[in-house]
């Protein structure tokens, strides 16, 4: 939405935010870390998985960002 109301064709801001998504997933890394020593073990283990299994996600979503745009009949 924001990549739309800066002026992007909607294909491009579509694209562009699956790829930007996994950048975000590795920003999730570094506090994560600094917040370890504040809050009680155990919530690591739950912080990794959650990164390890987004990124799971966004990469065959970036894999097939074209195809997923054109709709199920385009190509």
Same mark, same amino acid.
């Given at each position: 939405?924001? %990549?739309? &109301?800066?002026?992007?064709?909607? @294909? !491009?801001? %579509?694209? +562009? +935010?699956?790829?930007?998504? !996994?950048? +975000?997933? %590795?920003?999730?890394? !570094?506090?994560? @870390?600094?917040?370890?020593?504040?809050?009680?073990?155990?919530?690591?283990?739950?912080? #990794?998985?959650?990164?390890?299994?987004? *990124?799971?996600?966004?990469? $065959? *979503?970036?894999?097939? #960002?074209? @195809? &997923? %745009?054109?709709? $199920?009949?385009?190509?």
């Amino acid at each position: 939405m924001l %990549f739309v &109301l800066a002026g992007l064709r909607a @294909r !491009t801001a %579509f694209v +562009s +935010s699956l790829a930007l998504m !996994t950048y +975000s997933e %590795f920003a999730l890394i !570094t506090p994560a @870390r600094w917040l370890m020593q504040f809050v009680a073990g155990g919530v690591e283990i739950d912080i #990794s998985l959650a990164v390890a299994g987004s *990124l799971a996600i966004a990469a $065959p *979503l970036n894999r097939y #960002s074209h @195809r &997923l %745009f054109s709709g $199920p009949n385009r190509c």
